[in-house]
């Protein structure tokens, strides 16, 4: 493990709870740090800095009869059209926060900030470019994101990617997309990252922002109901098919990524192809325990085949 000792002695899994726009708030995150897994949540998730500011709080009052749960990780969307930036980095800053995950851009606006803070910085990329640039600019560790992941996805082969990335990169590494089992959660360990990423997992639970026709559409879906698109957001994202279906004919072009869109779009309902993975909704605790069970059992069957 490459990841800070303090950092990883929090952990029960080797795990991050991905933030999730409409999905992940304040329940969802301290319900995975109490867990042991680290949580997070896009900064944008809360409509002003003000409410922000109220989650920040309610997290740490949640977490402070808690003092070996896992970190919280803010997600900052670092986008020049983020008018909100300088405002959620202050805030963030304010509360003390000890890692900050950035997404849809290079995190240099915010890296020297953070880490004067003490703060670490993970930056999500999709390509080797994206991840040279963000180490260039000062990232701690590197999201990859590959193809069938919820949300903005990459379409980069995950075994490919992690192995490309280990081969010149020593620091922090997780791997993002299609993981919502203990199985695939080993799986990414074994490729040489040190956490798994896992959104859709967690998009229909108790704790979670998703409103109950996308909780049960994701119940229902398997990949096959996965549709890839640019035209809702501007960037290539998977979404729903139920939910597609019911729009009119989306409009916005490949490229055009605004962040305005992007915290208007609560509304939207995405999901990755580990949606095959989700068959009832039940609380994150519950999520937890059962991937903590099938990566127990993965690691016993790994035994047994190396012992063949
Ligand atoms: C509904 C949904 C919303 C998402 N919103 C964001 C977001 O606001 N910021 C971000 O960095 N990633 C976002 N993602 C991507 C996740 O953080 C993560 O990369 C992805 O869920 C991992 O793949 P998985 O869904 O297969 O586990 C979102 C994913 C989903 C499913």
């Given at each position: ?24 708030g304040p ?14 949540f896009p900064t944008h998730n809360a409509a002003t800095v003000e409410l922000l500011d109220e989650w920040l709080a309610q997290i ?14 803010p997600n900052l969307v670092v986008?020049?059209?983020n008018q909100r930036l300088t405002a959620d980095l202050d805030r963030l800053i304010a509360h003390?926060v000890?890692?900050v ?9 915010v890296?020297?900030r ?145 962040a305005e869109?992007?915290m208007n ?44």
């Open positions: 493990m490459t990841l800070p000792a303090d950092l990883a002695a929090r952990l029960s899994l080797p795990l991050i709870a991905a933030p999730m726009t409409g999905v992940s329940d969802l995150v301290a319900a995975t740090c109490r867990n042991g897994v680290i949580g997070s740490g009052a949640a977490l402070s009869e808690h003092p070996d749960a896992a970190p919280v990780a986008h020049r059209t003390g000890e890692l995950i950035t997404s849809v851009g290079s995190p240099e606006p890296v020297d953070l880490h004067g803070a003490g703060c670490l910085v993970f930056a999500d990329v999709a390509t080797l470019r994206h991840a040279e640039r963000a180490l260039e600019a000062g990232a701690d560790g590197l999201v990859l994101l590959t193809a069938g992941a919820g949300g903005q996805t990459g379409s980069a082969n995950p075994f490919a990617f992690a192995r490309a990335v280990r081969e010149h990169f020593t620091g922090p590494l997780m791997l993002a997309g299609g993981i919502s089992d203990g199985h695939a959660l080993l799986a990414a360990e074994a490729l040489g990252v040190d956490l798994a990423y896992m959104g859709t997992g967690f998009i229909a639970t108790t704790e979670s922002l998703a409103p109950e026709d996308y909780r049960a559409a994701v119940v229902a879906s398997s990949l096959d109901d996965v549709r890839q698109t640019a035209q809702v957001g501007g960037l290539p994202a998977n979404l729903l098919a139920q939910w597609l279906e019911s729009q009119l004919a989306p409009t916005v072009s490949a490229g055009d990524f605004q869109r992007l779009g609560r509304t939207v309902w995405s999901a990755g192809h580990s949606v095959s993975g989700v068959h009832y909704v039940c609380s994150a605790t519950e999520v937890i325990e059962r991937v903590r069970l099938q990566y127990r059992d993965a690691r016993n069957q790994l035994l047994e085949i190396s012992c063949r």
